[in-house]
């Protein structure tokens, strides 16, 4: 079983940045093997990716939302990996979770509690 666990949410003005962590734990969750992504859900809308990194963390990829705004990366040294958010605007307001990823399709069975973000205009 994997725990994820997010944080680094909170409340921020438009155009604001915030960085997200998530730290990966688990009996036999070799972290650095697997490529890992964000993801985000807003109220009464279904969760949706953000981005993701190769287990590496050599490439990346980002919802055209969030292109050149969000910056994805990992220390696989510390089961880690980030989110930095810049030029937030309202409509990144949600809850943003991370998990194990294929593409832009979560691949892990279960959800951390994770991290709101609220950004005001």
């Known amino acids: 079983q994997v725990q994820l666990v997010e944080s680094g949410g909170g409340l921020v003005q438009a155009g604001g940045s915030l960085r997200l962590s998530c730290v990966a734990s688990?009996?036999?969750?070799?972290?650095?093997?697997?490529?890992m992504g964000w993801f985000r859900q807003a109220p009464g809308k279904e969760r949706e990716f953000v981005a993701g990194?190769?287990?590496?963390?050599?490439?990346?990829n980002y919802a055209d939302s969030v292109k050149g705004r969000f910056t994805i990366s990992r220390d696989n040294a510390k089961n880690t990996v980030y989110l930095q958010m810049n030029s937030l605007n309202p409509e990144d307001t949600a809850a943003y979770y991370c998990n194990r990823v294929r593409g832009t399709i979560p691949t892990g069975g279960s959800w951390g509690q994770g991290t709101q973000v609220t950004v005001s205009s």
């Open positions: 990194i190769s287990w590496s963390g050599g490439s990346t």
């Open positions: 688990g009996r036999t969750f070799s972290f650095s093997t697997y490529a």
